[in-house]
């Protein structure tokens, strides 16, 4: 899907503001028709949980419903006219008028609908949009509602941060011809003969039967190559490699014509040359051997929640710069497209993260004691959460696979691998990752429960990401047992497995200002120390190729007697202030960062 961009084909109209609020009386996400019957307004983008006071609104189980009036550029007429959201978490219905003109499930990723026979240029309409924000099994990320005594519906989750909701992301209006571009798809590679000339495969697709020209444009806007027909290969000669912190980017400028050679819609797609391959135990860009470091993170901040905010998208890059980070995963779900174009131009290495979060029902057994029930089950995790997957991994592909920054798919955290039922599940999504995108490894964060030993899916992608915590989960406190309960982890999966391993989750929860001369959990100095011990045992295991400690920042999670004001395994706080282990941290990103990679044992870069 093409994110909506002016051209000169094509106008845009973004519709982020403050917007008309209301809960919905009903479950069934039937609206109101006319104008909502409200006092509150919300602000798009933002999740709307921490905006108002009412305690009833923050933890509100169902539907909810935006609505304004949005007026249709007059010199349109002629235009396909559409509507696109960037996400509505979870789901969503839109209206035009009292019309339904779309539906969709999924919380992080796009969604259009196009209203051209329901709006007239230079005519206001009636703009209302529902927001469910249900979990259950057939959704990704999963959960279950309950009833209290007292009637309330009450919604829970496996996953390890806040369930906000609503409209996080931008909403747009815009204008495309009658006969447009659909979708492009760009590959990039380094001919094998003369490593000066990059090749960049592309594939166009329009909605009705068009000549189609491409031209490549450097970063001066001069033209390096160019090609006839929907289909081909451009070779750029002397061409700039997309680099991990040395970002060169590239446009591809493409063109439909109509019967007469005239010029009937127009789309500039950015990309970056630069290719990625797993070999052995190694993780190369470029043919280079690369060594990840920086987080997992989460879409979070006070009071918008998940709502994007450029401020903190332009702050946390440079947090991240100063703290000697390369990379990034999208921790547990698709992040805002503007996230990924900005990692694009500034050479930031991105692992492409699903919502499949929460698929391991042992999680549930052993925080809430209940018995233990089998994750993939007819009564659990079934075909209709696999297919629920399915789609999720295909709208990720679709609206990601032209960024250079995306080298790799993760496609579930921390799934029950270890149980029956595993490999069934995840196989057929394996195969589809790799027929949607045949170009990068995949990838999955294997939890604490799963070993090298007991582990039935790990043979089937390409890169082992592990998530441990020994020294916080396990031998709490007690650093020597964990550093040596880790490294004989990580040599048992390198041993048995022979594939590129990277650490996608270590941290230990740490209070700001909590400090102690002892190895003492929560204080900001056992997070040091913490870090240090995982750090000992990396350095050791020849087939490292990453660590990504967790978390970036502090973040809001559901309440419980173990979260205190969220999860606090930030390396800064929630307000992005630092904690001991930032410095530490960048003491040791950043000389590894001025190291250069040796071939052999050691891969840092």
Not at 220 to 245: F, H, Q, S, Y
Not at 256 to 266: I, L, M, P, S
Not at 520 to 529: F, K, L, R, S
Request: aromatic share 10%; proline share 5%.
């Amino acid at each position: 899907m093409l994110k909506p961009r002016s051209t000169p084909t094509r106008e845009l109209v973004n519709l982020d503001g403050l917007w008309r609020f209301a809960v919905a009386t009903t479950t069934d996400g039937e609206p109101w028709t006319g104008p909502l019957d409200t006092r509150l307004e919300a602000p798009v983008p933002a999740s709307y949980n921490d905006l108002f006071t009412d305690s009833a609104i923050r933890d509100h189980v169902g539907w909810v419903w935006y609505q304004r009036q949005v007026r249709v550029p007059r010199g349109w007429a002629g235009e396909r006219v559409v509507l696109r959201f960037d996400a509505a978490t979870h789901g969503a219905k839109v209206y035009v008028g009292d019309v339904l003109v779309a539906e969709h499930v999924g919380g992080y990723t796009p969604f259009e609908a196009d209203v051209t026979e329901h709006v007239r240029p230079g005519e206001e309409f009636r703009l209302t949009v529902g927001v469910n924000n249900e979990l259950t099994n057939r959704t990704i990320p999963p959960g279950s509602i309950t009833v209290t005594q007292d009637g309330r519906r009450k919604q829970t989750y496996l996953h390890d941060f806040y369930n906000y909701a609503g409209l996080a992301r931008s909403v747009w209006l815009y204008c495309k011809p009658a006969v447009h571009i659909d979708d492009i798809t760009i590959v990039t590679g380094i001919d094998g003969a003369d490593e000066t000339v990059g090749t960049v495969e592309y594939s166009v697709e329009t909605n009705s039967p068009a000549a189609v020209r491409v031209r490549a444009l450097d970063a001066d806007g001069m033209e390096v190559a160019a090609g006839e027909g929907a289909n081909g290969t451009l070779r750029i000669t002397d061409v700039k490699l997309w680099r991990p912190g040395a970002a060169c980017l590239y446009d591809l400028v493409v063109e439909a014509r109509g019967d007469d050679g005239e010029v009937v819609d127009t789309y500039t797609e950015p990309f970056g040359v630069r290719t990625v391959e797993v070999r052995g135990t190694q993780f190369l860009i470029n043919g280079e051997p690369f060594y990840f470091t920086g987080f997992g993170k989460h879409e979070d901040s006070p009071v918008r929640g998940k709502g994007h905010d450029d401020a903190y998208l332009v702050h946390d890059f440079q947090l991240m710069e100063w703290i000697g980070a390369n990379s990034f995963r999208t921790a547990h779900y698709p992040y805002a497209e503007e996230v990924m174009e900005f990692a694009d131009r500034h050479g930031i290495v991105v692992i492409d993260e699903t919502a499949a979060v929460g698929l391991n029902l042992a999680v549930e057994s052993g925080l809430l004691g209940t018995p233990p029930r089998p994750t993939f089950s007819d009564d659990t995790f079934n075909d209709d959460t696999r297919a629920a997957h399915a789609q999720a991994i295909r709208e990720l592909v679709s609206r990601d696979k032209n960024h250079p920054s995306v080298v790799m798919w993760c496609i579930a955290n921390e799934p029950a691998s270890n149980e029956e039922g595993a490999r069934e599940y995840f196989e057929p999504l394996v195969a589809l990752t790799r027929k949607l995108d045949p170009t990068r490894p995949v990838t999955y964060a294997a939890v604490m429960f799963a070993t090298h030993e007991n582990d039935r899916i790990a043979d089937l992608f390409d890169v082992l990401c592990i998530n441990r915590y020994y020294g916080w989960y396990i031998a709490t406190g007690d650093l020597a047992t964990a550093e040596a309960y880790l490294e004989g982890d990580l040599r048992g999966w390198a041993e048995k497995f022979g594939k590129p391993i990277m650490m996608s989750e270590y941290g230990a929860d740490t209070q700001p200002g909590l400090h102690s001369v002892w190895d003492t959990p929560w204080t900001e100095e056992y997070q040091v120390a913490y870090l240090e011990a995982n750090h000992r045992a990396f350095d050791r295991i020849d087939a490292f190729i990453g660590e990504h400690v967790w978390n970036f920042a502090d973040f809001q999670t559901a309440n419980g007697i173990h979260r205190v004001g969220g999860n606090k395994k930030g390396v800064f706080t929630r307000e992005r202030l630092p904690k001991a282990a930032a410095h530490a941290l960048r003491a040791r990103w950043t000389s590894l960062n001025d190291r250069k990679p040796a071939h052999g044992d050691d891969h840092r870069s």
